[in-house]
């Protein structure tokens, strides 16, 4: 059996997967988030490892694989001799390294990341914490798989996938390992580093549980289910749904510069080679539906904002930009702030509900064209996975906003399932996983045409209002 373990933002999911990678058992623990000031997001390194142990715990079976996908640009920096966290986390959602971003050369980071200079990566926050700590020596670097890694193995082993590895501005797409120029630019020094490994390779022997395990795929949570969903050849195109929204298009062997803003990162590939994919990122999907439960009071839990969303039939013309931590794909503005527009007397609960469910298809909206205009063929199909891919009302929207058809899997935790097939992959398992891929339900669009691209207009009058409003 292989314990599949997904490290996200706001929790942590294993999955107990037997040969055929079905799910034998399921453990989650929610992970709290902390905002020590306003464009601040952190986490307690302690707090992630105690979720991982719990979820597993809870997760049972017998494993003797453990495979980890995790949150991919959050920032852990820990003493080498204790293991012990110098700081919080920086988590991607981070922004106090903005005024560091804007000061770099776009051109350099991009031609040799296919990445853009913005707080979400791990390099700056990285620059930041080993600031703090005035020259220190003996510390670690670590994204979340580095430190899950680092904490089973006991310290054996510091090191980094190679898909984790392209999210830290630090490493080139040209060679797949660390740049020599960026290290100085960012003034990282070598020994703090991790070894890259690849996502299919067998790391090393752990500990979770009172039981020894093997460490075998890893990869960053995107990525993962990329591959989770198959998508292993030029064209395919998923979006995972959760804290944020990820949709990535596999482009092979071929790395795809765009020109709207979409990222250039490397990927899974189903023969172990180097492979590439486009990716727009949203930073709040879910996020924005956990808001509306821990700050207004407007549901009491996640699961309730479809119910209250479909009483009523629209948003009553009112829109909500959730840009709480800034703008990622296709704006990349890290100044914007979120904002209702179109307030009315009228709008109640339900259409405010309604309206962060709708900001969330139609941000995937702007990815997909962005996509396309860079010139990826037109996807048959959107392939959905994550939390909030179980909403039935999002998937709609999500097929009208696009009109194209919605497929979702029987396994909508298809970033535990990626991180299995890997260590299937890496193991030599033939086929694994078939089942678990299958598409058990479909959506197919409703909207007309000329309904769509009105409201699509919008739309984007209404991000480039809430933009437009932090300028100075």
């Given at each position: ?14 999955l107990t ?12 623990r929610?992970?709290?988030q ?5 464009g601040?997001?952190?986490h ?9 142990v ?31 966290p110098?700081?919080?986390?920086i988590v991607w959602?981070?922004r ?8 770099l ?22 620059e930041?914490?080993?600031?703090e ?15 899950l890694?680092w ?8 090191v ?11 490493v ?12 100085e630019l960012?003034g990282v020094?070598?020994d703090v ?10 790391v ?5 549980l009172g ?12 990525q993962?289910?990329?591959y989770?969903?198959?998508c292993t ?9 959760g ?5 990535m298009?596999f ?5 795809v510069?765009s ?13 172990g080679?180097?492979?590439?994919a486009?990716?727009?990122s ?10 509306l439960?821990?700050?207004l ?15 009523v039939p629209?948003t ?8 709480f ?16 527009l ?12 309604r309206?962060?469910l ?15 205009d ?14 909030a891919?179980?909403n ?5 929207m999500?097929?009208?906003f696009l ?22 992959q890496?193991l030599?398992w ?14 197919a669009?409703?909207m007309?045409?000329?309904e769509?691209?009105?409201r699509?207009k ?15």
């Amino acid at each position: 059996m292989i314990l599949a373990v997904d490290q996200g933002t706001t929790g942590t999911t294993c999955l107990t997967l037997d040969r055929d990678l079905r799910v034998v058992g399921r453990g989650y623990r929610e992970l709290p988030q902390h905002f020590p000031r306003p464009g601040w997001v952190e986490h307690d390194p302690e707090e992630i490892w105690t979720s991982v142990v719990e979820a597993a715990a809870e997760a049972g079976g017998d494993p003797d694989t453990v495979a980890i996908t995790n949150q991919r640009e959050t920032t852990i920096l820990w003493e080498r001799a204790t293991g012990k966290p110098v700081a919080p986390a920086i988590v991607w959602q981070d922004r106090r390294t903005a005024d560091r971003c804007r000061e770099l050369d776009a051109d350099l980071i991009r031609s040799r990341t296919g990445l853009v200079p913005d707080p979400y990566f791990s390099a700056t926050k990285l620059e930041w914490l080993l600031r703090e700590q005035g020259g220190r020596e003996g510390l670690a670097f670590g994204t979340v798989d580095s430190y899950l890694v680092w904490r089973l193995t006991g310290g054996e082993q510091h090191v980094i996938d190679v898909t984790n590895a392209s999210r830290t501005l630090l490493v080139s797409l040209e060679t797949l390992d660390w740049d020599d120029e960026l290290l100085e630019l960012f003034g990282v020094p070598r020994d703090v580093l991790p070894r890259i490994v690849g996502s299919a390779e067998t790391v090393g022997e752990g500990q979770l549980l009172g039981r020894t395990m093997t460490i075998r795929g890893i990869a960053g949570d995107q990525q993962a289910a990329l591959y989770g969903q198959g998508c292993t050849t030029a064209g395919a195109v998923k979006n995972t749904y959760g804290t944020g929204c990820f949709l990535m298009a596999f482009t092979g062997s071929k790395r795809v510069a765009s020109k709207h803003g979409l990222l250039t990162t490397v990927a899974c590939s189903a023969d172990g080679g180097a492979a590439y994919a486009l990716e727009g990122s949203v930073f709040i999907a879910g996020a924005g539906v956990q808001w509306l439960r821990d700050e207004l009071g407007v549901i009491p839990t996640s699961a309730h904002v479809e119910a209250l969303a479909r009483t009523v039939p629209d948003t009553l013309g009112t829109h909500f930009v959730p840009a709480f931590v800034g703008l990622g794909a296709p704006h990349w503005d890290a100044d914007a702030r979120g904002a209702w527009l179109g307030l009315t007397r009228g709008a109640g609960r339900a259409h405010l509900a309604r309206a962060v469910l709708e900001a969330i298809a139609w941000q995937s909206r702007d990815l997909l064209d962005a996509v396309i205009d860079d010139g990826a063929p037109r996807p048959r199909e959107l392939r959905v996975d994550g939390g909030a891919a179980a909403n039935d009302l999002l998937m709609q929207m999500q097929a009208d906003f696009l009109g194209l058809p919605i497929a979702r899997p029987a396994l909508i935790e298809t970033t535990a399932l990626g991180a299995g097939l890997l260590a299937a992959q890496a193991l030599g398992w033939k086929d694994a996983g078939r089942a678990a891929r299958k598409v058990a339900k479909r959506y197919a669009p409703r909207m007309d045409r000329s309904e769509r691209e009105q409201r699509l207009k919008a739309w984007r009058r209404a991000v480039e209002a809430a933009r437009a409003a932090t300028r100075p």
